[in-house]
């Protein structure tokens, strides 16, 4: 009696292991194999090991064995019939010798008896396969006691379980990783969507021909250098190329007009920052503020500006980053009535409107951006690309930039505030 209640005792502080070795690891295969030492050591099991069924191959892989040798197959194939077997028997072990009759174990017949491998237990959780479990004669040379199956099973369960969570988790790892992939997708459609856009609003405007494509670029680089994150840099790429979206309702005679335009089709046109707002409104953009920086681009620090006249604090700060990046492509391209302007000449006139129509920080990083180019100290070549060789190497230009920036705060004095 005393012999069975130690004995008793010994098998569940392994089964009490196995359930910690199981919950505790994060190797799988490190699990695997204590899992099976502690299996083989608790019962004297001379050899053994145990393999996991791959679903999709129709395979059981070895992930653990103990003196099974080199000539074991590190895989072995399943087919319906044995599976069907293996599920109707559940986790019960089945001896070798007496069941000739399955398909795996005729294959298979030959490394299982060469070594003396008596018991397989088919590892069933939850009625699905997920292993098997090859086990050798025991160290005493006697057969299994219905005792040692019963343990066998008990151990069978917690193996089985592993295996399961380790095929959730890598089921988990996979869907998250084509989650990812579709987001990846969805973003770069997106992105394509948004190209596509501002190629759509270029082309209505030959003067101007590209313009929404670089305010893009242009908001894209100030983003930068104010030090915002990826995603908001996105953002504000996004915001610079559809700008001008509102445009696509204008009338094409007047954006295109070759002369200074009446107060009427002034008018007409300045509904482009409200129309834009429209239209991007009920989009699902992924990034916040792409309609506001529609909305605002044209407005002013200083409340100068249209369609609400609004005041610095009370503009959105990505209808400001625009802003600059439109009106400086304005002053640096060659428009139907005015030849683009010289370096000297518009950093003057951002210098000058620093307070009044820009955000002093917003320049600021601006002018930044463009001197690290300058300089080499950044190897981009964004602003060459954009304003031509001949344009960023007038003289003067890198003593002009580096003067603006002494003489600017970096952070805007906030100089006017709404009125009302
Ligand atoms: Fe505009
Ligand atoms: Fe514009």
Not at 12 to 38: C, I, K, P
């Amino acid at each position: 009696m005393s012999e069975t209640k130690s004995k008793l005792v010994h098998t569940f502080g392994a089964l009490a292991e196995l359930g910690q070795e199981v919950v505790n690891r994060s190797d799988f295969y490190e699990t695997m194999r204590t899992s099976l030492h502690l299996m083989l050591g608790s019962l004297a099991i001379m050899r053994g090991g145990v393999a996991r069924f791959e679903r999709f191959e129709h395979s059981m892989q070895m992930v653990a064995a103990r003196a099974l040798g080199d000539e074991f197959p590190l895989a072995l194939s399943l087919c319906h019939e044995d599976e069907r077997q293996f599920l109707v028997n559940g986790l019960v072990p089945i001896e070798v010798s007496q069941a000739q009759v399955l398909p795996f174990i005729q294959v298979y017949d030959n490394s299982l008896s060469r070594l003396q491998i008596e018991l397989i237990v088919p590892l069933v959780i939850r009625d699905e396969m997920v292993g098997i479990v090859f086990l050798g004669e025991k160290a005493t040379g006697e057969p299994y006691s219905s005792y040692d199956r019963d343990i066998i099973s008990a151990m069978g369960r917690h193996i089985g379980g592993a295996i399961t969570q380790r095929n959730m988790l890598a089921d988990l790892e996979r869907q998250a990783d084509e989650n990812r992939k579709l987001f990846d997708n969805l973003k770069t459609t997106y992105r394509d969507t948004v190209r596509a856009f501002a190629a759509a609003i270029d082309c209505k405007d030959r003067y101007t021909e590209g313009h929404s494509v670089r305010v893009g670029k242009y908001s894209e680089i100030i983003a930068q250098e104010l030090g915002w994150g990826d995603e908001q840099v996105e953002g504000a790429a996004v915001a610079g190329h559809l700008h001008d979206v509102g445009k696509l309702t204008v009338e094409r005679k007047i954006i295109n007009a070759p002369y200074r335009i009446n107060a009427k089709e002034s008018a007409e046109l300045n509904r482009h920052p409200a129309v834009g707002y429209e239209i991007l409104l009920p989009i699902h953009h992924p990034y916040a503020d792409v309609p506001l920086a529609a909305k605002y681009h044209h407005e002013r620090l200083d409340g100068r500006g249209y369609p609400d006249g609004l005041y610095d604090r009370n503009i959105p700060y990505i209808a400001k980053v625009v802003n600059l990046a439109d009106s400086f492509d304005a002053m640096t391209t060659d428009r139907p009535y005015k030849r683009r302007r010289d370096p000297s000449e518009v950093f003057d006139d951002l210098q000058r409107n620093c307070g009044k129509q820009f955000a002093p920080e917003i320049v600021n990083a601006f002018f930044r951006g463009m001197l690290k180019e300058l300089t080499g100290e950044s190897k981009e070549k964004r602003f060459r690309r954009l304003l031509g060789r001949e344009y960023m190497e007038a003289e003067g230009l890198i003593p002009n930039l580096k003067n603006a920036l002494n003489g600017m705060s970096p952070t805007s004095p906030l100089t006017f505030i709404n009125s009302d």
